[in-house]
């Protein structure tokens, strides 16, 4: 009977796989919603512990959660608008300066090669040849085909994921108005379907990868908040150019383990490129030495003692997750990675005290 459904499985795969595609894109609002919820559900814990928390009077018992995710919301949206508004104007007048210093610098690249010898003559009137012989009508066609192709793609996509994240916020929002009964109505599932060895085994998972993520949401947050003040109060000090958006830009980035603080690092260094190459590099020695201290000290404090996991395992997380999911792996591989090596290291304490050793490089995650 196996075999046979084995069998069925792999020869109906195609239909099997389409339904499951149908289905897991229906889910993608509720997937997406219930993410949503789990960050904002922690600003709204810390407004709910401090609104009232002695008050037991039933009016405010049934308005303390809504004015908390109002609140959480406030407070986010008034995060995310003072980052474009320090970040935005800057970075328009950077585009203004990079276009306008673009066909001089074009031109001098051109003086160099001819200069250099690498642009000669014969090039030139071979290039001149082959744009001659070049079918421009068949081109242009082909090349505006495309890139209608891919607008059209473009703004679907645009459309498809901005009705999906608002279906997933409106949903995100009845999921935290409603947590405590979901968490009533969960408990009662689990206890009528499960054993009670099991359900006391799922109940201590999903505390560690609660408590994982919690702190690791925390610790991200507060380690880039630090980096991104450091760095912009570095450059005030240097005389670097656009100091508050590059530091808001360092603080964005930082919220991606390992990789961030880099990749700001690199768009910082190019975008004072275009203004003076000699504070571009100051500034590229400046960010390598903040790196190094927020690697050294700020990420393992911050993040890594919160989390309790070491260093190599950070960054093997990093890797894995974000050769499978991208960006998003990233930033969830390093929570995962770290509610698996608790997991593990309680077990292993539990069945191995007679054997650990309180200086034990497995106890020991920094």
């Keep these: 009977m196996a075999a046979f459904a084995v069998y069925l499985g792999i020869y109906y795969w ?6 499951i595609r149908v289905a897991l894109s229906s889910l993608v609002p509720i997937i997406l919603g219930f993410v949503l919820a789990y960050p904002l559900n922690i600003l709204m814990s810390f407004y709910e512990r401090h609104l009232f928390p002695q008050d037991g009077q039933p009016l405010v018992l049934r308005l303390r959660p809504i004015v908390s995710l109002v609140a959480a919301i406030a407070s ?19 585009v203004r300066l990079l276009v306008d210093e673009l066909p001089v610098a074009l ?16 090039t030139i009137d071979a ?6 012989a070049f079918d421009w ?16 793609d473009l703004v679907a996509g645009i459309a498809s994921g901005t009705a999906n994240f608002v279906l997933a916020f409106v949903f995100a929002l009845f999921v935290l108005l409603s947590k405590d009964r979901l968490s009533r109505q969960a408990n009662l599932v689990l ?21 994982c993520f919690h702190r690791f949401l925390v610790g991200q947050c507060a380690e880039a908040a630090i980096l991104g003040v450091l760095c912009a109060l570095g450059m005030l000090v240097l005389g670097l150019p656009h100091p508050w958006m590059i530091g808001a830009l360092t603080a964005f980035m ?20 275009m203004e003076s190459p000699i504070q571009a590099l100051v ?3 400046f960010i390598i030495v903040l790196q190094q201290l927020e690697g050294d000290l700020i990420y393992p404090h911050v993040v890594g003692s919160s989390i309790q996991l070491p260093g190599i395992w950070v960054l093997a997380a990093v890797t894995v997750g974000g050769g499978a999911f991208g960006i998003l792996g990233m930033f969830v591989g390093v929570p995962l990675a770290a509610t698996a090596y608790r997991l593990l290291r309680n077990d292993v304490y539990r069945t191995g005290q007679a054997v650990a050793q309180p200086n034990d490089e497995f106890a020991s995650p920094r």
């Design 14 to 19: 195609p239909a099997i796989e389409g339904v």
């Design 76 to 94: 986010l949206v008034g995060i995310i608008a003072a980052v474009v508004v320090i970040v935005v104007p800057q970075l328009i007048d950077c």
């Design 107 to 122: 031109t001098s690249f051109g003086r160099w090669l001819e200069d250099t010898g690498i642009l000669t003559p014969e």
């Design 127 to 132: 290039i001149g040849d082959s744009l001659e």
């Design 137 to 152: 009508k068949t081109g242009v066609g082909s090349a505006a085909s495309v890139i209608m192709s891919g607008v059209v």
């Design 191 to 211: 206890e009528r379907y499960l054993p009670g060895h099991a359900l006391a085994r799922l109940r201590y998972v999903i505390a560690v990868a609660d408590d």
């Design 254 to 273: 930082a919220l991606i383990p390992i990789v961030g603080a880099l990749l700001s690092g690199v768009i910082g260094a190019f975008l004072i490129l």
């Design 283 to 285: 500034f590229l020695v």
